[in-house]
């Protein structure tokens, strides 16, 4: 589980099955399409009751390869309004919530590190379309020179992209990096430049993973509700691994659940 967020929800996911009495198995697909499709419709699959699954590759044109006959939750921001059981993050207010947060500080300049140009869908999109919303509500123009590809999401494409930020000579004050892993390959950058966090450059994530209350500076990040998607992914995994036999009429309807969040304040910010 190469990012740490997925390694830390896989960790609660574990620890929701184990108090309910049911044995978790992992199957990393490293954002593979065809090894996405293989474990909705492999023979894999038969080895299990049910199926709680994030996609990273198959997106919205998939969604016919989410109607299955097993039991299917759904979770993360690549697919929506499929016949499943739903559970989401709530990127585009967390965003929102986290640059308010900044501009709440007195930053202006506001670089993302992270942003994914033509996903319509997806983590990347969502919360850069917060970002710009609360720019948008503060009265303050979008520049889109302080917006930064990453195709990974790793700490090395989050130090490259602020890199590049300010050899190109763009005043920033701040950066929102769409992830945690992001924000520390940033934090690495601007203090190889002698640059100070958050003196000169604030910086926030998203995740609230583990590692981000042990950087220096600590991190500012959002936290997503990862003990909530856990708990009620098993909940609703449960339910419909009980409902099996039951005839469709007779089950449950179907749920969509968007998770609470939290802003977690740290040093990063100021």
């Not at 996911?13 to 992992?26: D, F, K, P, T």
């Not at 919360?127 to 090395?156: K, S």
């Not at 966090?197 to 609230?208: I, T, Y």
Request: hydrophobic share 45%; proline share 4%.
């Amino acid at each position: 589980l190469k990012l740490p967020y997925f390694a830390e929800l896989a960790d609660s996911i574990i620890c929701e099955a184990e108090a309910v009495g049911l044995r978790v198995m992992i199957e990393q697909t490293n954002s593979d399409r065809a090894r996405e499709i293989d474990v909705l419709h492999g023979q894999r699959r038969l080895m299990t009751d049910g199926l709680i699954f994030s996609p990273l590759a198959l997106g919205q044109e998939d969604i016919g390869l989410f109607r299955v006959d097993f039991p299917l939750v759904l979770l993360g921001e690549r697919v929506f309004g499929s016949v499943n059981d739903h559970i989401t993050m709530s990127n585009v207010e967390a965003a929102k919530a986290v640059t308010r947060h900044l501009l709440e500080r007195g930053r202006r300049r506001i670089a993302v590190v992270g942003a994914h140009p033509g996903e319509r869908v997806g983590s990347a999109a969502l919360r850069e379309q917060g970002y710009r919303e609360a720019l948008r509500e503060a009265g303050l123009p979008i520049d889109e020179a302080l917006i930064r590809t990453t195709v990974m999401w790793h700490r090395n494409t989050g130090a490259t992209a602020t890199d590049e930020l300010l050899e190109d000579g763009v005043d920033f004050d701040a950066v929102f990096a769409l992830n945690d892993t992001l924000a520390m390959g940033v934090l690495r950058s601007l203090h190889s430049h002698g640059l100070r966090v958050p003196d000169d450059v604030a910086v926030v994530g998203f995740d609230n993973i583990d590692e981000a209350a042990y950087t220096r500076p600590t991190l500012t990040s959002v936290a997503p509700g990862r003990e909530q998607i856990a708990r009620e992914a098993v909940e609703l995994l449960t339910l419909r691994i009980g409902e099996t036999r039951l005839p469709l009429e007779s089950r449950a309807p179907i749920k969509r659940i968007l998770a609470d969040y939290e802003v977690v304040v740290r040093e990063s910010s100021g």
